[in-house]
């Protein structure tokens, strides 16, 4: 019996595991594009949109952002993001998408509704073995007040 044991422990540690990573696909981008969890981001993800002054860069930096919020804005409102399309590299490592999402709130500051449409691109990435947001960058289409 106990040499059965080391038997099978031995061939349990010369068997070969093979630890694939998760590559980046069309569905799983199509999936997940509207999933804010931080955890399908980069640690050096980069985000920029025509509302910031400035790129926010890095995950700790994504944190304090979503942590801060926007206080400024009343009756805040975002659709999911609509993709047009979804290219992945033939390796499965990198892919792009890109679409719209409609936006509208109330700034509560002056009363004024804002409302339009951006177009967005985001990158993707295999990191840490899975596909992850690298990139996004949002910038508004028009105003329709």
């Known amino acids: 019996m106990r040499s059965r044991c080391l038997l099978l422990f031995a061939s349990v540690l010369l068997c070969p595991f093979s630890v694939s ?27 920029f949109s025509g509302a910031l002054e400035k790129p926010i860069v890095g995950i700790e930096e994504s944190k304090k952002t979503m942590e801060k919020g926007t206080p400024e ?39 004024k509704h804002v409302d339009f449409t951006a177009a967005f691109l985001s990158v993707w990435r295999v990191d840490d073995g899975s596909c992850k947001v690298a990139a996004t960058i949002y910038e508004p289409q028009g105003n329709k007040d």
Request: charged share 30%.
């Open 21 to 47: 990573a998760q590559k980046c696909s069309e569905e799983f981008i199509r999936s997940n594009i509207n999933n804010e969890d931080l955890k399908l981001v980069t640690k050096d993800t980069y985000f």
């Open 73 to 111: 804005r009343k009756n805040e409102k975002w659709d999911q993001n609509k993709l047009d399309r979804v290219v992945v590299s033939s390796s499965g490592d990198m892919a792009y998408a890109y679409g719209t999402q409609h936006a509208r709130w109330d700034d509560a500051s002056s009363g």
